[in-house]
């Protein structure tokens, strides 16, 4: 299983058009198809973020949302499945075709796929999760004024409304990004359990590449009538990779980003790459503060989980070595 | 197989909020569970069109274009099949766990699905797709000398270009829509194959409930590399449901509207449901214009399409009486 960070299909520095979104996907997948030329029958699946893509999406969608009524956030996300996994699709068909022989005949599916929350979950009444750009004070204030936005809220208001509007404001930690230090953040409650997991596993079974979960899955309650429904939340795609990885019975899950490894004392003069980390030390680093929050952090948490629900192998590493990092060459790599 | 028309999702009086299509969905669903009641094991793909959620993205995405890259229309496609197919998929979900017994069990998944077509399609050179809203003759006039659009271009240029703009108006036929006479189109290609069939008739043989080929499909042509490569075009999705109806060997083929029966001489005096007919018959009847270009025409090729290929039973009824229809008691029934 193989969860690809942002970098994977939109560089931070380019504006997201579609063509550049393509050539980005070409280069992953020839990532993909590096790793599979190894192992041709290799039972594959595939997540990946949205956080750009539904970042643009949101703010397409109100800024016409004079003539077109806005989508709200859980049909968002389901959107960016379909986008996402169109390109993903349809550009791992076409590298496994160029690379022929046994490669040539995987097929590839990209699923819709929701993965349940609780209504209580505590993101809800305190949203962690930043999406789109950055604001100026300045800017975050008029959003403040004119559009109705709240900045930096005491955390205790449910923002699990139907509306699912939650439209709240916070200061961004860590400061490096002044000065526009304010972001719109959304609840990101813990994933519980991937809905379509069976579906997935079948596929997979069947020799299917599958593109599932992505964006962290559609974020879904089971509301007071029994009823899956949809919620204004974004989840983590590390952690909900995870649940797709524990529920398929993965061996193996590769977190690809754009670091090779993760650190200790990241940040730190005396920052240090982790090399072959257990549970317990990983733990123990998690809880002595080592990993970015948001970042590096979710992704540790993600492959701890993943080891003490059954999985072999869990690595952090950079897409661009992914296929060496599988040979043990590089990349932090946890076990049990 | 089932094929949704437009009203499945989105009533023409409706805006088109999440609200209202989720409302419109749970009658769907509420359809299909009356079918799968009598039938408790039927294997059952499903197909649904896009055209008012495409061209409200496709507004959005313009609208926003100076904050944000628009994406081409191919991913736009994915985007609807990522939206409409969550909220079917999650509405199925809840309807057959609530009808429960061997339904409750019923597993239900949405794909990502690209229909191939020809590079060399009569359609890309004249282009007949109407999307999107209505244009008086000086909306049209105002788009052209401000957006750039071309109004009735004689056939003949190629609009299958790489930026995949294609800005076509056209005055709408027949002209009972005026005083907005105008409407943009894109080109409308035959669909050749289903690039997924493989994928859906294994899923739909274990007895899971497919959706697919939301929207007709993400069209796509095989380039002059051999890769699948997306295109400006719009698929009809009757015509494409069938392809994949005729590859997953389906034995029956519903298609849903918001008409109880074709009719012969359709919109004159004597209009006449049609209840039974053959191939040969619905042939002669297509040739001497009885069927309406763009909606009931495609819909009556479908089935014939359908049926040479080896299907057992067409039937185009309105959703509402899909149940009925298919115990024989309404609707035009097509057979070999």
Redesign the interface.
Known sequence: MIALGGNAIKQADE????EEQFRNIVTTCRQIVKILEKDPDMELAITHGNGPQVG??L???E??SD???A??L??L???????I???L??TL??SL??AGGKLGRR?V????N?VLVSRDDPDFLDPSKPIGNFFTKAEAERLAAEEGYVINPPAGKKYLDKKMKGMVIKQVKPANVTPRPFRRVVPSPEPIRN??A??IR??VE?G?IV?ASGGGG?P?IMNEQ?????VFAVIDKDKAGEKMASAIKATDFLILSDVEYAMLNFGKENQKPIRRISVREAEKYLSEGHFLAGSMGPKVVACIRFLKNGGRRAIITSLHKAAEALEGRVGTHLYR
Do not use: C, F, H, W
């Open positions: 504006r997201g058009t579609t643009n999406l703010l397409q969608q800024k016409a003539a077109i009524p989508q709200t859980d049909v996300n389901g959107m960016t499945q379909g986008q996994g169109y390109m699709q349809q068909q076409n075709r160029e097929q599916i990209s699923i819709v929701q809905v379509e069976e579906v079948l596929l069947q299917i593109i559609i879904v029994g009823r899956l429904e949809g």
